[in-house]
């Protein structure tokens, strides 16, 4: 490249060598950035951690961070399969509608018909998968936009939620055995950890996993990537698209179990705004909502950033509204970051 | 390339396309895209699609390469009647095709767009069990692939494919071509998105292939190009074939004339096989 200030055109064409030694330090950055999409959240966990640590000296205790982790389960397992989804490019708004209709279901079965927990467990990871092959269909069959679908369906799942749970809880001396095992606590050197904590770590290792080393999980980032030169290279797009989307469900209902345990009770009206929260935590992972690029760690961090957060603002004895206002101003900060990211690769 | 003593005597054997058109009608409602066309593509040439837009010459390749069915007619491979549903079709029977559009999946690295949907897994427990990628090994055959085509600039099979340059993406689609086509490679305008130095590259790729013996269809707008590596040329109008010519007989602006339809072609220069018309040498 001959000068400083290159022309875009200039660029597209003789960038390649120049970006194996980067050129200047922001763009080194950029691409680092871009490689790690996970690291950029990282730092603002770790910062923020110390932050809040040095403000309140309550807040780096082992018990508060475990506190954290209880609060962001529901939503960080909820965002391990909203991330498969926002990867293809897609957006499951549905996503805390199908967890808590399949922890009703999972719930009534067990409480009503007397169905034995595992059982019951079962049957609502399989109605969260058919919930999930619902948005699918609707995806590729119809051709909807995935935002258009899991809208429709988010106020299908709410309503039927409603109308077979009665309007009513299930509290936890009726629900069946099992089903409560994940608000269990154990304590590991005077730290308690709940089962759900665990069990929402186990879901993020394995689709770390299965996106980083399987066939599946290359497909579910050349779909998000570009849905065309997937379908060139070979990829059958809808039938990967149909998969995410039944996985997703399957996840959702595993996060209903993980809900039940974290309220002690399965209710019609816990965590439906769990959605918006969900993809917050996403963004704020760096996954990027045109999809293919991302991964599920970061948004982990993402979930923990959130609870970071509300937890250490509250701690600091600011109002909630103040917790809502930072973290706004957190997916902004995501968003702006990941579109600066992409816009070097143009 | 040289001219074999195989190539120059006409026998049955070298008389048989590898792949062959016969009258293939493709029709989009009532718009006739494609009407009667013949193609033949015989073993180690270089055959050149040129022609207007409109001329028919992408619908032409989407049917051979299985992107579209045809209305009507045949298509032959090795002289066996084959019909492509899909691209992945074409692909099992052999063929490759490698698009204008810079068809790669940007956050892939290079390794893991050689082999996109053709993944291999590891050995062992790791493999069947867990399907786990053989990462490293798809990595190692894809510096080996990309050495044995002369693309040496890029060392790096875990680079993502994002950061490279246009002709380098292009590369990397023609190396994957090249690495799994075992009878065919069809080019759809490869260089169009490409500037001169990049085009070059691609050009040389195209005769690398050559060399290995496959044959290649090249789709392309760009007649010094198309002058450059064709052995024989397709000349496309009006969704029908208007002439077959060889690039050493005809001039640049003769053809032109053909693909616009200011001149019709002159017997002499019509060839339609390689016996005819000795390919190119370089």
């Known amino acids: ?346 | 390339m040289t001219v074999t003593s195989q190539e120059a005597t006409p026998t049955a054997q070298t008389r048989q396309p590898v792949l062959q058109a016969v009258q293939i009608v493709k029709t989009y409602g009532h718009v006739v895209a494609l009407d009667a066309v013949d193609l033949e593509l015989y073993p180690g040439e270089v055959l050149a699609v040129i022609g207007d837009n409109g001329a028919g010459k992408s619908t032409l390749i989407k049917c051979l390469s299985g992107a579209e069915a045809p209305s009507q007619g045949d298509i032959l491979l090795d002289g066996q009647r084959v019909t492509f549903k899909t691209p992945l079709d074409a692909r099992k029977h052999g063929i490759e095709t490698v698009y204008q559009t810079l068809a790669v999946s940007p956050s892939l690295d290079i390794a893991g767009n050689l082999f996109l949907g053709r993944e291999e897994r590891r050995s062992g427990p790791l493999g069947s069990l867990l399907r786990m990628l053989d990462g490293t090994g798809m990595r190692k055959q894809a510096k080996t692939q990309m050495t044995s085509l002369g693309i040496g600039t890029l060392q790096n099979m875990g680079q993502a494919v994002e950061s490279l340059s246009g002709g380098q993406r292009q590369a990397v689609a023609v190396a994957r071509a090249a690495a799994f086509s075992s009878k065919v490679i069809i080019l759809d305008e490869p260089t169009a998105a490409l500037g001169v130095k990049e085009s070059r590259q691609v050009l040389k790729l195209i005769e690398s292939i050559r060399e290995r013996g496959l044959p290649v269809i090249l789709i392309s707008h760009n007649m010094p190009q198309v002058f450059e590596v064709a052995d024989r040329i397709h000349i496309q109008r009006l969704g029908k074939r208007a002439a077959v010519v060889s690039p050493k007989t005809i001039s640049m602006s003769d053809a032109v004339a053909v693909m616009t339809g200011a001149l019709k072609v002159v017997p002499e220069q019509e060839v339609d096989g390689p016996d005819t018309a000795p390919p190119a040498q370089t």
């Open chain 1, 1 to 346: 490249m001959s000068g400083t200030t290159a022309a875009p055109d200039d660029t597209h064409y003789d960038a390649a060598e120049e970006f194996l030694e980067a050129r200047t330090p922001a763009q080194r950055v950029q691409t680092t950035l871009h490689r790690y999409p996970w690291l950029s959240p990282a730092v603002v966990l770790v910062i923020s951690v110390i932050v809040f640590g040095l403000l309140n000296s309550k807040f780096a205790t082992p018990n508060n961070l475990s506190l954290i982790t209880q609060q962001v389960a529901v939503v960080g397992a909820l965002a391990v399969g909203q991330t498969l989804i926002i990867l293809t490019a897609g957006i499951d708004l549905s996503c805390g509608a199908i967890m808590v209709f399949s922890s009703m279901v999972m719930a009534k079965t067990a409480f009503d018909s007397g169905v034995p927990g595992p059982l019951a467990l079962l049957l609502g990871i399989l109605v969260g998968a058919g919930a999930g092959a619902v948005n699918g269909l609707l995806v590729t069959k119809v051709g909807l936009p995935p935002f258009i679908v899991t809208l429709g369906t988010l106020n299908i799942f709410v309503a039927l939620t409603l109308l077979y749970a009665t309007g009513r809880t299930i509290r936890d001396s009726e629900l069946g055995t099992g089903l409560a095992w994940l608000g269990e606590t154990f304590t590991i050197a005077d730290v308690r950890i709940t089962t759900g904590v665990v069990v929402m770590l186990i879901m993020y290792a394995v689709f770390a996993f299965v996106l980083r080393y399987t066939a599946w999980g290359r497909h579910v980032y050349a779909v998000g990537d570009d849905a065309e030169a997937a379908r060139l290279a070979g990829i059958q797009v809808k039938r990967v698209l149909m998969s995410v989307y039944v996985t997703a469900g399957a996840i959702y209902a595993l996060t209903g179990w993980i809900l039940i345990g974290r309220v002690n009770a399965a209710s019609p009206n816990s965590g439906i705004d769990a959605n918006l929260d969900s993809i917050t935590a996403v963004v704020i992972g760096g996954t990027s909502l045109f999809g293919g690029r991302g991964t599920v760690l970061g948004s982990l961090i993402g979930a923990l950033i959130v609870g970071v957060f509300r937890n250490g603002l509250t701690l600091a004895g600011l109002d909630v509204y103040y917790q809502t206002l930072a973290v706004g101003i957190l997916i902004i900060v995501a968003v702006s970051v990941d579109q600066w990211i992409r816009r070097a690769r143009a």
